[in-house]
């Protein structure tokens, strides 16, 4: 039976738990439930704190985590990641006092609060920027207005907590993250994975691409497909009316609105848009 670890609470837990239940498991029905058994696909799911997963799958005592890709780095674990998920997006970033501090040099010899120190560790040790890493646990843009530390290292979604703390951004950004799959590094997958990442691949699609049909001349076809060349290629029927053809393809749901205006002006007509509810690819 594969053993997942999945995000109890936090800003990872809701989408995770919803993109599972998209993929036909069973989820918990209780915030506080530990475990739950899906028997009907053989898996059981482990609900734990986010910090926490890369290290249950990197000791090889659960199969699969999902977590984010700054927790598994900072963790050090014995971990890789799989896929990227596409949700909980973030970037991780250094910040002062405004005017303060304006390129990673301005931290040499500097107090520098977060809850990575992992990921901050090396990445000044990379630079060769010697400074003291303050450890906290949260709410860590309060720490320079305390006292307790010249800059802080933290993750950053929309800016505004940043903004209440009267602090900026400064350098690059130290990495982008978002929710991944992790298993244990080095390690042949364990029995079930396969079937396992096919599912939440198939999520990603489905929610990345809608299904796009539409009815052209047949002279036209050449040329709209090529604004909806699809992933394998696009099916192409014949139609009652002569000398047209319905096409059916798979369009990344970003780009939908405009690969429509391009077909309109081709001579499409008949364009409908419709979500996919699941695939396999
Ligand atoms: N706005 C956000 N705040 C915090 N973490 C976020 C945010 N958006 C995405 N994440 C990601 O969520 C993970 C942090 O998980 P964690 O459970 O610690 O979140 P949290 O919201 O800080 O929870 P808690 O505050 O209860 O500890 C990281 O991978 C981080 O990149
Ligand atoms: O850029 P924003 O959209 O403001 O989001 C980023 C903030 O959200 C998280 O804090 P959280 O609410 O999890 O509190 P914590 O620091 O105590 O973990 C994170 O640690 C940042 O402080
Ligand atoms: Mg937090």
């Not at 029905?29 to 898996?43: G, H, Q």
């Not at 250094?94 to 560790?121: C, E, H, N, Q, W």
């Not at 599912?199 to 050449?222: C, H, N, S, W």
Request: net charge negative.
């Amino acid at each position: 039976m594969l053993k997942i670890a999945v995000p109890n609470k936090g800003a990872l837990a809701d989408s995770a738990s919803q993109m599972l239940a998209e993929a036909g498991y069973r989820q918990r029905r209780n915030a506080k439930d530990l475990v739950t058994l899906d028997p009907d696909n053989d898996v059981e799911f482990f609900y734990l704190r986010p910090r926490d997963i890369a290290i249950y799958v990197g000791e090889g005592t659960l199969d699969v985590g999902i977590t984010g890709r700054d927790l598994l780095l900072d963790s050090g674990a014995h971990a890789t990641e799989d896929v990227a998920l596409g949700f909980g997006a973030s970037t991780f970033r250094f910040a002062a006092p405004i005017g303060k501090m304006s390129a990673i040099k301005d931290l040499a010899g500097a107090r520098i609060a977060t809850s990575y120190p992992g990921i901050v560790g090396s990445y000044l040790a990379d630079k060769g920027i010697e400074a003291e890493v303050v450890r906290l646990d949260g709410a860590v843009e309060s720490s320079v207005r305390l006292g307790v530390a010249d800059a802080i290292a933290d993750v950053v979604e929309t800016g505004s907590t940043l903004r209440q703390a009267d602090l900026e951004v400064f350098g690059e950004p130290i990495l982008s993250s978002e929710a991944v799959l992790i298993t244990r590094q080095d390690t042949p997958n364990p029995d079930g994975f396969d079937v396992f990442k096919r599912r939440l691949d198939g999520v990603i699609v489905a929610r990345t691409y809608v299904m796009m049909d539409y009815d052209i001349r047949v002279e036209q076809v050449e040329r709209a497909v090529e604004l909806t060349p699809g992933i394998e290629s696009p099916t192409v029927s014949p139609l009652h009316r002569e000398g047209w053809v319905a096409v059916r393809s798979m369009v990344p749901r970003d780009a939908a609105q405009r690969v429509m205006d391009g077909l309109y002006e081709l001579g499409a007509r008949g364009i409908l848009v419709t979500d996919i509810l699941a695939c396999r690819i």
